[in-house]
C-alpha cells in the first residue's frame, strides 16, 4: 500500500493532473440528481477533482473528507473551510445529511471486504432519501488496456478486486440503494510508458509485488526489455457507477402516520 502522506506532494502529476480531474468530475456531476444542493467527497485526496465539483453556477456545496493529514492539508488550500479529515468507515455526519456522495479511486484501495462494506454502508447513510451516491468501479481492470506492458504483467499475483462491480452493487442493495446509472472517462495524461511502470513497480504501486521483492525485480527487468521505454501506451477509461436511495413512501391516506 502507497504511503499517500509521502505522495501527496507529487499525486497530481502523476495522475494526470488538472485534464484528468476536470474528466472525473464532469463524470461525476453527470450522474448527480437534478437539483443537488450538498455534495460529501470522500476519501478528496488533495482536493483537485473535489474542487472542479464546487465550481461553475448551480454546483452543489462540496465538502470533502480524507484521512490521510498531508491530502487534507493540500485539498484546505484548495477549499479552505471545507475539508475535514475523517476516516470513511465512520463519517463525522448525521443521517440523511447530503443530497450527493461521492467516492473516486477509493474501493480499490480497501483490502478488508467488511471495510468496502462499511465504507458504502457510510455513505448510504449519510446521503438523504432520494439522493445519489457516485464511485468508481473495476478500477484495477481499467488500467488493462491490451498494451506490451499489460503483456508483461499479466503473469503477476493478483488479489480479488475489492470494488468489482458486482461486489459493490451487491453492498449497495445491502444499504437499500437502486443502480442510477453509470458513466465512463478517460484517465488523461495516464497512458503508461514502460519507464514509467517500472518507476511505479518500484514505489509500491503494485501492491502483490512489493518494492525489493525477488519477482519485482523480475517484472522490472522484463518491462525494461520492451521497445520505446519513454513512449505512453493508451490511457486507462475508468467507470463510474450510480446508486439512489430510494425516496421515503408517503403514508396512506387515513392511516396512523
Request: charged share 25%; proline share 10%; net charge neutral.
Amino acid at each position: 500500500m502507497l504511503d499517500y502522506d509521502q505522495e501527496a506532494e507529487r499525486y497530481d502529476a502523476s495522475r494526470g493532473g488538472e485534464p484528468r480531474a476536470a474528466a472525473a468530475a464532469e463524470a461525476v456531476l453527470g450522474l448527480l440528481p437534478p437539483g443537488a444542493r450538498s455534495l460529501l467527497d470522500v476519501a478528496c485526496g488533495t482536493g483537485i477533482v473535489t474542487r472542479r465539483l464546487a465550481a461553475g453556477p448551480g454546483a452543489p456545496r462540496v465538502t470533502g473528507v480524507d484521512l490521510s493529514p498531508e491530502m487534507a492539508r493540500h485539498a484546505g488550500a484548495r477549499l479552505p473551510g471545507a475539508i475535514v479529515r475523517a476516516d470513511s468507515r465512520r463519517l463525522p455526519f448525521p443521517d440523511g445529511r447530503f443530497d450527493a456522495v461521492s467516492s473516486v479511486w477509493l474501493l480499490h484501495l480497501v483490502e478488508d471486504p467488511g471495510d468496502v462494506r462499511r465504507i458504502v454502508a457510510e455513505c448510504a447513510r449519510v446521503l438523504r432519501p432520494g439522493g445519489v451516491y457516485v464511485t468508481t468501479v473495476d478500477k484495477g481492470a481499467s488500467h488493462n488496456v491490451g498494451s506490451d506492458i499489460d503483456g508483461v504483467l499479466s503473469s503477476r499475483p493478483r488479489r480479488p478486486a475489492s470494488d468489482a462491480a458486482a461486489l459493490v452493487e451487491s453492498y449497495a442493495a445491502d444499504c437499500g440503494l437502486v443502480p442510477a446509472g453509470q458513466a465512463r472517462f478517460a484517465g488523461r495524461g495516464q497512458g503508461r510508458s514502460p519507464r514509467r511502470a517500472i518507476a511505479d513497480l518500484r514505489r509500491g504501486w503494485f501492491v502483490t509485488l512489493p518494492p525489493g521483492d525477488p519477482l519485482a525485480d523480475e517484472f522490472a527487468a522484463r518491462l525494461a526489455a520492451l521497445p520505446d521505454q519513454e513512449r505512453p501506451r493508451p490511457e486507462p477509461e475508468f467507470t463510474l457507477r450510480a446508486f439512489r436511495k430510494p425516496p421515503r413512501a408517503l403514508p396512506e391516506p387515513g392511516s396512523d402516520g
